[in-house]
């Protein structure tokens, strides 16, 4: 077990702290004695094999799932269920949008469980909308959209509740690659401009890598910590020059021998 303390940030705050997290569904253990601290605007990825637990530590940290033993604090506070200062981007967009509401219905939906008046409600989601580039798109509804804007109008409704945390399993994980580099760059974008803290669960180690500021990685049956890596490529980070430095090469061949390690 890695023990990961608030201690290694000197002068950083500890937003959200995980205490011998242990999870277990029915009697099968799947996370064990997680011990993590992440810092207020840290993005954090993380990776691991098949089976190894990544959603089920992002959905404990969410409040939807309730460890059986330790604790998760965000802010100082135990999370014993979901959060209005947390949000959670699904993988599988077309579930989490509802297709009879409009790309600025759906956004509406967050405003209307914070309880906005009526009449801020449209200047914020047209500002949203823009933001994650579907300015215009508002009237169409998610059927008539691509699965990029799709994520991208899920990410909208997110911002929506105005964050402080923002969970994201495996977004962009069924998009082409160019769509995903493009959201990738994006959502960098959106948490330079909002000091967002986003815990980002990903199989892809590239990915991991270039959005992070650290990656988690996890040692299946039950999920535990097995590696842990600071990344220090310099910010903003560009698809071609990030990916081609020396450190980033060396950190997804790390992080590959792992995966291969805990997969053998």
Partial sequence: ??????????????????????????????????????????????VGGSGCGKTTLLRTVAGLVQPSGGSVRIDGNAVVEP??????????????????????????????ANKTPKEQRKAIIEDLLTKVG?????????????????????????????PTVLLMDEPFGALDAMTRQALQDEILQLVASTGMTVFFVTHDLEEAVYLGDRV?????????????????????????????????????????????????
């Fill in 1 to 46: 077990m890695l023990d990961i303390s608030s201690g290694r940030n000197t002068g950083v705050t500890t937003l959200i702290s995980l205490s011998d997290v242990n999870v277990s569904l029915g009697r099968r253990p799947v996370l064990t004695g997680i011990n993590l601290d992440i810092a207020k605007g840290e993005f954090l990825c993380i």
């Fill in 83 to 112: 959060r209005q200062d947390v949000a959670v981007v699904f993988q599988d967009y077309g579930k989490a949008l509802l297709p009879w509401r409009t790309a600025y219905g759906n956004v509406e939906l967050a405003l209307e």
């Fill in 134 to 162: 579907l300015g215009g798109q508002g009237a169409k509804y998610p059927s008539e959209l691509s699965g990029g804007m799709q994520q991208r109008l899920q990410i909208a409704r997110c911002l929506a509740q105005s």
């Fill in 216 to 264: 988690i990685g996890l040692r299946p049956n039950p999920g535990r910590i097995g590696i842990e890596k600071d990344v220090s490529l310099a910010r903003p980070r560009n698809q071609l020059a990030s990916r081609e430095d020396a450190e980033f090469l060396h950190l997804r061949r790390k992080l590959f021998d792992f995966i291969q390690e805990t997969e053998a």
